[in-house]
């Protein structure tokens, strides 16, 4: 098994338990130096997408991650959500802090520019993610502050 650090959407722990049944939830923890945004507006969804990009210019920006065990059954399934072969996104390899140390982890990030604004939609199911799996209250309330536009549904 190797260890993939989850955000956005993925936080939810329901979620994850049906795209990724052969894959327990280890814990939780932070990518510091790192901060949430959004790109690929261009890419025709519902407005821009989750991603992370590292920000050593800021040290105190971090992102709340899951920690999941990911079992190799459930890679493929992983990667075609996360539209690997398309080039959507791609995998990378970031630390994680917890509370038992620093962990390595694989991580899946936008493969596309920074910019443009999600949809309030999207951003609503990040917080509700997010508060699934347990981030502090201000991480989820930051979330939910974040700018956005209708979707106009």
């Given at each position: 098994?190797?260890?993939?650090?989850a955000f956005?959407s993925?936080l939810?722990?329901?979620?994850?338990?049906?795209?990724c049944?052969?894959s327990?939830l280890?814990?939780?923890?932070?990518?510091?130096g790192w901060?949430l945004t959004?790109?690929g507006e261009?890419l025709g969804?519902e407005?821009?997408m989750?991603t992370?990009?590292?920000d050593?210019?800021?040290p105190?920006?971090q992102?709340?991650?899951?920690l999941?065990?990911?079992?190799?059954k459930?890679i493929?399934?992983?990667d075609e959500?996360?539209?690997?072969d398309q080039?959507?996104?791609?995998k990378i390899q970031v630390?994680?802090?917890t509370?038992?140390?620093e962990?390595?982890?694989?991580?899946y990030?936008?493969?596309?520019y920074?910019?443009?604004?999600?949809?309030a939609?999207y951003?609503?199911?990040l917080?509700e993610?997010?508060?699934?799996?347990?981030?502090?209250?201000?991480?989820?309330a930051?979330?939910?502050?974040?700018?956005?536009?209708?979707?106009g549904h």
């Open positions: 098994m190797t260890l993939y650090a956005a993925n939810d722990p329901n979620l994850m338990a049906e795209r049944p052969y327990p280890r814990g939780t923890g932070w990518i510091v901060r959004f790109g261009e969804w407005g821009s989750a992370v990009v590292e050593a210019s800021d105190s920006h992102v709340f991650v899951a999941y065990d990911i079992h190799p459930d493929e399934r992983l959500w996360e539209w690997i080039g959507v996104y791609r630390r994680v802090q509370l038992d140390g962990q390595l982890a694989w991580m990030v936008l493969n596309a920074e910019g443009g604004l999600p949809s939609r951003v609503g199911i917080a993610a997010a508060e699934a799996a347990g981030a502090p209250d201000d991480y989820v930051e979330l939910r502050s974040r700018p956005c536009q209708s979707s």
